[in-house]
């Protein structure tokens, strides 16, 4: 298993662009989750998904959308980025819906610089 | 005041020494906790879960105080490969799912 894959590991942007980051899991996991951290901050929840068709938000999802049409894929659209969306982007998997298992698979994370 | 909070470090740490060191959160219905380990400019993967009796993971212990609201973990013998940010992690009792994560602890382990 390749475990949770992120794409692009690094990325700069022009205020105003957009872009959409790609996360993808084979684990056939139903829980996925983007998560943003920055300096001196814990990870903080952006949008989230318990399976195919269902999403959610998080703590910070102004000027994030996703979508989950597939139970493998998780991409997470910046809209209109801003310099404040600079930051480490991790995406994020987990296997069942029991406390016990919040067990979180994380991908490799994508570093987004945005001028 | 955040939700979870830790002492940012860094703990400097001679080889072989033992280093412990808290974090403390506030959402006193928390029912999860557990410890991540993030190296530098890596994801953060699960060091342990910590359990309400205490429970210990080789090297490792983990330790959790529900009257005072706090976690800890205590390395021994330290290794210079445990030198990393060990991250906090408490859920958010009414959304499974909603983890709450500390800022981090970095240890460094000097030989």
């Known amino acids: 298993n390749a475990g949770v894959t992120q794409t692009p590991k690094f990325q700069v942007l022009k205020t105003g662009q957009s872009m959409t980051l790609q996360c993808a899991q084979d684990?056939?996991?139903?829980?996925m989750s983007w998560y943003r951290q920055d300096p001196g901050m814990g990870l903080r929840l952006i949008h989230y998904?318990?399976?195919?068709?269902?999403?959610d938000q998080g703590e910070v999802p102004n000027g994030y959308n996703v979508s989950r049409s597939t139970t493998e894929d998780f991409p997470l659209r910046l809209l209109s980025a801003a310099p404040s969306q600079t930051s480490v982007y991790f995406c994020?998997?987990?296997?069942?819906?029991?406390?016990?298992?919040?067990?979180?698979?994380f991908g490799p994370g994508t570093r987004l610089l945005v001028l | 005041r955040k939700e979870v909070e830790q002492d940012p470090g860094p703990f400097n740490v001679p080889e072989g020494a033992t280093v412990a060191f808290n974090c403390t959160y506030s959402?006193?219905?928390?029912?999860?906790f557990f410890w991540y380990r993030q190296d530098c400019r890596k994801e953060p993967k699960l060091l342990m879960s910590?359990?309400?009796s205490g429970n210990e993971d080789g090297r490792f212990t983990a330790q959790l105080n529900r009257a005072s609201q706090y976690i800890s973990l205590l390395i021994r013998d330290s290794k210079l490969s445990d030198s990393a940010t060990y991250l906090c992690?408490?859920?958010?009792?009414?959304?499974?799912?909603?983890?709450?994560f500390g800022a981090g602890t970095q240890v460094v382990v000097t030989p």
């Open positions: 994020a998997s987990s296997p069942a819906q029991e406390a016990s298992q919040e067990t979180q698979y």
């Open positions: 684990m056939n996991h139903e829980y």
């Open positions: 998904s318990v399976g195919a068709g269902i999403t």
């Open positions: 959402n006193s219905a928390s029912q999860s």
């Open positions: 910590v359990y309400s």
């Open positions: 992690v408490v859920n958010k009792a009414d959304s499974w799912g909603k983890l709450q």
